[in-house]
């Protein structure tokens, strides 16, 4: 009997045993009882692992601060920027004289560098900007008299030229020298046909512009023009001759004279007097 039972109670544990060792050797299966024909499923992916985040990247170190220029110079120990041995610099950290920058210097100083280092030292006072100087000017050339105004205008100007020409004509038929127009006694001959025509006597101012001889119009009418054509015919129309019916012909045609001047007045009637002086 007790044979039986330690034949059935070894028997019991050694299938305890197979059935231990039949689990550990099955494969892992899905929750759910899936069977190994389906496993794994079409649709299941392994997981990637989760991508490992890069290393932050190191901040980037502060540039190295420029160098400010050489060292400054040490200078000297000082409480104030008024100290007497502050003439320069200011005292900055107990110590003026050396410096590193423009500010550290007084007005009127600048930071240089010396065999001592960097030393407020004084500038050199700006050189005032150039000037334009003036080039001698040449002296004032004299200053040109004033033009002499013209004349004024001669109303009569082209009756006394018509006067001239129409004398000359006569003189022509006998190849006589043409007469000039002697202009410079023109306003004396108006004069003198001005005071004709006031004292209405012809001939009352003769001699008076230097004229050797003299031949008048007296008051004759329509303008300057016709009058100097038809008075002049007239005169010449007397003929060579002697006596004084011939007179006014026989100064027209005189070879003597080389100059003559003709001068007109228009009296307030509308009458023409013309004289005709004749010069050598």
Partial sequence: MRRTISWALA???LMMLAQACMRESDPARPPGGAGAAGYPPPSYAPVPPA???PPPAPAPSPAPTAAEGPAPAAGLPCTADSDFICPFGRCLGGRCGGCRRET????GAACASTPVGMTCVPSAAPAPPPTATASPSAPPAPSAPPPTPPPATDSFAA?????????????????????SLRAESSSCADG??????????PHGSFGKC???AQNECPGWKGSTDLVVD??????????????????????IMDPSYSAVSCGFFVDTDGSVWLVQNFHR
């Avoid at 015919?233 to 001759?241: L, N, S, W």
Wanted: with cysteine; hydrophobic share 25%.
């Fill in 192 to 201: 003198q046909a001005q005071s004709d025509a006031t004292s209405k006597k």
């Fill in 51 to 53: 991508p490992t985040p």
């Fill in 11 to 13: 028997a019991t544990v």
């Fill in 104 to 107: 550290d210097c007084k007005p």
């Fill in 230 to 251: 038809t008075c002049l015919k007239a005169m010449f129309d007397e003929g060579p001759g002697s006596g004084p019916t011939h007179g006014h012909h026989n100064n």
């Fill in 159 to 179: 009756a006394r030229e018509r006067c001239l020409k129409r004398t000359n004509e006569y003189r022509a038929t006998k190849n006589l020298p043409a007469l």
């Fill in 210 to 212: 230097t004229e050797l």
